[in-house]
């Protein structure tokens, strides 16, 4: 039998991984999966905490789904950019990409 | 009164015609001049028939300009007329060679128009007007040559002399018009008591300034610098008998004591200059003082009570004088001078003109019938009748006989003796003018009884005066045929001569008092300027706290500016070193962080995430902190 305590380590473990990726990776589609993975992380705890802490409320799936579409959009989003950072400079590797510095 | 008016009318309106045209003078002057004789004797015809004219002129607002005439003033207004025609038509030939005749002859016609307006004014301010106006035109015309030497001193000295005395006739009417109420002359005549005494004296001293009597008689003689006409028309109608027609005017108000004065100041200058003519060596200002003695023998009728002789005496005075300076402008043309020295035989060179000086001359002294045996024999029989008899007759007697002896001498002085004589121009015109004149001091004794009638006056008459009187004359004319002047004392003949200097209006009556009067005055000026000056003194005090409050004022004033100055510059140095310098510090220092904060903007992604994270934890960290807070 899973217990939460189980689900949240999973879940932990998911964004330590998923934070590790984002932050040593340079290039933008690695990036984009740390950070998927981080989220997915997120769902995890969500999904955790509504099965076991209030199972009675349906609002936790909700989120849950609302969550995903955000997911979706975001991957949507981050791979426009990246073919567009691809068209224009022929690389997506980001310790090239230095023209947003203040 | 139209035909009345024309007597003044016709020389005003010649005058202006000439001053406007400026050529044909003399003829404008003559026609203006016959005018007036015209209308002079007509009126005189209707007011013997008894007629009466009285007109007013709109003068001043509420001070109307009256005339009017009564027999008194066409009997002048004939007299005035007649004699500046012959005077006129005696120039035309005197001034024949002079430059100027414009100037000569408008003042000649405006002397005569203003001598008929004072005959002819029935009102104060008119014949104050016309008084003004002889005044002006004397002087104009005395110092006529005024650009030869000593023609001008006379002028002004006539002018200023007779002004003097003209204080009296303004201080008079003053009088008279303050008492009565009215500026009408014969109204105001009838003031009496004290008013009547002053106004009298008033009166008769400016008539005895005009008359050129003592103690102003000094004016009359220095008049002979004027041209002979001049002289003549001055001395005989117009400027001198302007004082003799004041106080015939005015004889109805004067009271006895008045009368004594105008008495004895007339039987002085008689006397006096009867002396001055005696011991004169020029023949024109012999003439000059006889008509100052001629109109004391007027003023001693009118002091005697009996103005009609004098009006009489004055009608004659006007023919005889006129004749003689017509005369001796004759003489004065054959010899260039009217001293007695240059004139010697000067007689036997112009018969005819001596003769009508003689009977002029004559006439003067009184020898019958010529026309001044009657005036002075009244004259005389007035002075017996008088109350002061023993004053004025035996002044009245000397006169006399002071008259025979100066006209005798210029007589003698005139027919012996040899000189060169110059041919006379215009003597044609002269000696016309000189027989009218002489003709009338011949004859008008027959015109005294119906002049008395007209008047309404009897000329006293005496049996002893008469006689007392042709005595006297007749010793005059020995003692002045028989002997030179020379045998008077010299001392006593200078000063005679001279016009008694001593006695001289400008000189001893008017001069030393002016100058005492000017002396007090200035004393009393002194005095007010030490006052003034104390005022000012306290004043200057006063203003001097006033000014030493002011600076403690200014200095208060001053010391608040000076706060408040410093308050602003304090508040200045606040607001730009405090909070001036807090804004900018904070400026700063935002704009160093910003900087500082700008380096973090790598642009770098993983640099991006590293801090978000890094935030995410801070965050976490502050949660987990603030929870075990809360819980704990």
């Given at each position: 039998m899973i217990t939460l305590t189980v689900a949240l380590l999973i879940g932990a473990a998911l964004f330590g991984i998923g934070l590790y990726g984002a932050l040593s990776q340079t290039n933008l589609v690695m990036i984009m999966m740390g950070i998927e993975l981080m989220l997915g992380a997120a769902l995890v705890n969500l999904v955790a905490f509504w099965r076991f802490l209030h199972p009675d409320v349906y609002a936790g799936q909700m989120f849950f789904l609302i969550v995903m579409t955000v997911m979706a959009l975001e991957m949507a989003v981050g791979f426009g950019v990246a073919t567009a950072r691809f068209r224009a400079a022929g690389s997506v590797e980001m310790e090239e990409a230095a023209e947003l510095q203040g | 009164m139209m035909v009345a008016a024309l007597a003044i009318l016709g020389p005003l309106v010649a005058a202006a015609l000439i001053l406007v045209i400026r050529r044909g003078a003399a003829a404008l002057a003559l026609g203006g001049a016959a005018v007036g004789v015209g209308a002079a004797l007509v009126t005189l015809a209707r007011v013997a028939a008894g007629g009466r004219y009285a007109a007013t002129l709109p003068g001043l607002p509420g001070l109307p300009l009256r005339l009017a005439v009564d027999p008194l003033a066409a009997v002048l207004a004939a007299t005035v007329a007649v004699v500046s025609l012959l005077v006129l038509v005696y120039a035309v030939g005197y001034m024949?060679?002079?430059?100027d005749q414009v100037r000569f002859y408008a003042g000649m016609a405006g002397f005569s128009a203003a001598m008929q307006g004072l005959v002819l004014a029935d009102d104060w301010l008119l014949l104050l007007a016309c008084w003004e106006l002889i005044a002006l035109a004397s002087y104009l015309l005395i110092g006529f040559w005024f650009d030869r030497p000593g023609a001008r001193e006379p002028a002004t000295r006539a002018f200023l002399t007779t002004r003097a005395a003209d204080y009296g006739l303004y201080l008079g009417i003053f009088a008279l018009v303050a008492a009565t109420g009215t500026t009408a002359i014969g109204p105001s005549l009838g003031a009496r008591g004290g008013v009547a005494t002053v106004a009298g004296l008033l009166l008769t001293l400016a008539a005895l300034g005009k008359a050129g009597q003592v103690p102003f008689h000094g004016w009359l003689q220095d008049?002979?610098?004027?041209p002979t006409p001049v002289s003549a028309l001055l001395h005989s109608a117009t400027l001198v008998a302007a004082g003799a027609i004041l106080l015939l005017r005015v004889a109805p108000l004067l009271p006895g004591t008045v009368l004594l004065v105008i008495g004895l100041a007339g039987g002085l200058t008689v006397l006096l200059t009867g002396l001055t003519a005696l011991a004169q060596g020029d023949l024109k200002r012999l003439l000059a003082a006889s008509t100052s003695s001629q109109l004391g023998f007027m003023l001693l009728a009118v002091g005697a009570g009996s103005p009609g002789a004098a009006i009489a005496h004055l009608v004659a005075h006007a023919a005889m004088k006129g004749a003689l300076f017509l005369g001796a402008g004759v003489f004065q043309h054959a010899r260039g001078s009217t001293v007695f020295a240059a004139l010697a035989g000067v007689g036997r060179a112009h018969r005819r003109v001596y003769a009508g000086f003689a009977l002029a001359g004559l006439a003067l002294v009184g020898v019958p019938p010529l026309a001044g045996f009657w005036s002075k024999d009244a004259i005389l029989a007035a002075t017996f009748a008088s109350p002061h008899r023993a004053a004025l007759a035996p002044l009245a007697i000397l006169g006399t006989a002071l008259t025979g002896a100066y006209v005798a001498r210029a007589l003698r002085l005139l027919w012996h003796g040899t000189g060169r004589d110059e041919p006379v121009v215009g003597l044609a015109p002269m000696g016309a003018a000189l027989a009218g004149l002489a003709a009338l001091a011949a004859t008008l004794g027959a015109a005294f009884r119906p002049l008395q009638d007209l008047l309404g006056v009897t000329l006293p008459e005496g049996t002893v005066a008469p006689v007392v009187g042709l005595v006297a004359a007749a010793a005059g004319l020995a003692l002045g045929w028989g002997v030179p002047a020379g045998r008077f004392p010299a001392p006593a003949r200078a000063w005679a001569a001279a016009g008694f200097r001593l006695g001289d209006g400008l000189g001893g009556l008017a001069v030393t008092p002016t100058l005492a009067l000017a002396l007090a005055l200035d004393g009393l000026d002194r005095r007010l300027d030490g006052a003034v000056r104390g005022v000012g003194r306290g004043a200057l005090a006063a203003a001097a706290a006033a000014r030493a409050v002011d600076t403690g004022a200014y200095a208060a004033i001053g010391g608040v500016g000076w706060a408040s100055l410093a308050l602003a510059r304090a508040t200045r140095r606040t607001d730009e070193r405090g909070i001036d310098r807090l804004i900018a510090a904070l400026v700063r220092a935002t704009r160093d962080l910003g900087a500082r904060v700008r380096r973090l903007q790598t642009g770098l992604v993983h640099r991006q995430l590293a801090l978000a994270a890094g935030g995410a934890l801070l965050l976490l960290a502050f949660l987990v902190v603030g929870g075990l807070l809360a819980g704990g």
């Open positions: - | 024949a060679r002079e430059a008049a002979m610098a004027g």
